[in-house]
């Protein structure tokens, strides 16, 4: 079975500073994907960025960077350079290559402070 | 380019009344479909999902039922709400293929549902 664990349900950053919100999973599948999504209080949900297991490097979009390391089983996301708009729910999600699902992690509330 | 759209966008209704929400996909063909339920402050639960017209999983066993009818259509549905139905519902779509871009689940607004 897979899983994905989120173990802070809620972090606070200061503005302009970097931080790092945990993600931890677990699958039998020997490929899956891993993916970060941001859900803004409005409830929609925004894709952020997507990890493959095979890829050799960690993802990068802009500001938030993917820090995937695959023996921990680990799929952290990084933002960099905090802003007030980050303020939003977090969701780390996995696929495993054998199957259709996408399943989610329970989620971590981040609060930018000015 | 592709849009998803899923309506309505709020609805509150009384216990064991029936529900339907829609939702639908621009620009794609045979998308894989997914409707996921969040209830107030959790994560997102699986319900059911999709590979074609007809061919629909379920996840969890309870009172709603989905429907595809046509390829970029997909229907939820009960014939009887419960107060425990109430929640967030988020229809999602991924495009078929094997490359990496085809791996991102891309959702719909949301349909917020209120059982009284």
């Known amino acids: 079975a897979q899983k994905i664990t989120q173990t802070q349900p809620g972090m606070f950053v200061q503005e302009k500073e970097a931080v790092t919100l945990d993600c931890t999973y677990d699958?039998?599948?020997?490929?899956?994907?891993l993916f970060w999504y941001k859900q803004p209080s409005s409830g929609e949900m925004i894709f952020l960025i997507y990890q493959g297991s095979y890829d050799q490097q960690n993802a990068t979009e802009g500001r938030y960077s993917l820090n995937f390391q695959k023996a921990r089983k680990s799929a952290n996301l990084v933002i960099s350079a905090s802003q007030l708009g980050d303020s939003a729910m977090y969701f780390c999600?996995?696929?495993?290559?054998?199957?259709?699902?996408?399943?989610f992690g329970t989620g971590t509330r981040l609060k930018v402070l000015a | 380019s592709q849009t998803i759209h899923q309506w309505p966008a709020t609805l509150v209704q009384p216990v064991g009344s029936p529900l339907s929400l829609e939702c639908t996909v621009e620009g794609t063909s045979n998308p894989n479909l997914y409707w996921y339920r969040q209830a107030a402050g959790r994560g997102l639960q699986l319900l059911f999902y999709s590979v074609g017209i007809g061919q629909i999983s379920s996840e969890v066993p309870q009172n709603l039922s989905a429907s595809r009818p046509q390829d970029r259509q997909f229907i939820l549905s009960s014939k009887k709400l419960l107060l425990s139905d109430s929640g967030f519902y988020l229809c999602?779509?991924?495009?078929?293929?094997?490359?990496?871009?085809?791996?991102?689940?891309?959702f719909g607004a949301g349909s917020r549902l209120t059982v009284l």
């Open positions: 699958t039998s599948d020997p490929s899956y994907g």
């Open positions: 999600a996995m696929r495993g290559s054998g199957t259709y699902k996408y399943i």
């Open positions: 999602a779509w991924k495009r078929n293929g094997a490359d990496s871009g085809a791996n991102v689940l891309t």
